[in-house]
């Protein structure tokens, strides 16, 4: 079995929150999902769990970060084109997030763009061509 990620995030509007991610093509599976939280589909092995606060609370003593005015983690997701990449952060638009809160990366091999959703939480969308990045001298300053 492949191993699985569970990103859980709180957000102050599990209704708001649970469209915002099936405007932009993520499933919600109901088996998992209640009044509050919403386990969403994003690959075969990728799940986002949406969380109101006080659910969220019960998994960790830590006060909830203000996504707005900190961040904690990173979170990227990889498109198989350039062109799914504009068309998934088109669609986050749409839907109520932002576009592109961080700079633009555009190179040769590989490009992308982010988008924040209506609770903070700021997801990089990229494609890479593998092939022509292991021709580049030094992947880790691209």
Known sequence: MPKMIFVSLPVTDLRRATAFYEAI??????????????????????????????????????????????????????????DEVDDIVGKAELAGGAADPSPKEE??????RSFEDPDGHMWGVTWMDFAAATTQPDMANA
């Open 25 to 82: 093509g993520v499933v919600r599976n109901p088996q998992f999902s209640d009044d509050t939280a919403s386990c969403m589909v994003i690959s075969e092995t990728i799940f986002a769990m949406l969380m109101t606060h006080d659910k969220f609370r019960q998994f960790t003593p830590r006060p909830i970060a203000d996504s707005r005015t900190s961040s904690q983690v990173l979170f990227c997701l990889s498109a198989d084109s350039r």
């Open 107 to 112: 190179f040769s091999f590989m490009y992308g």
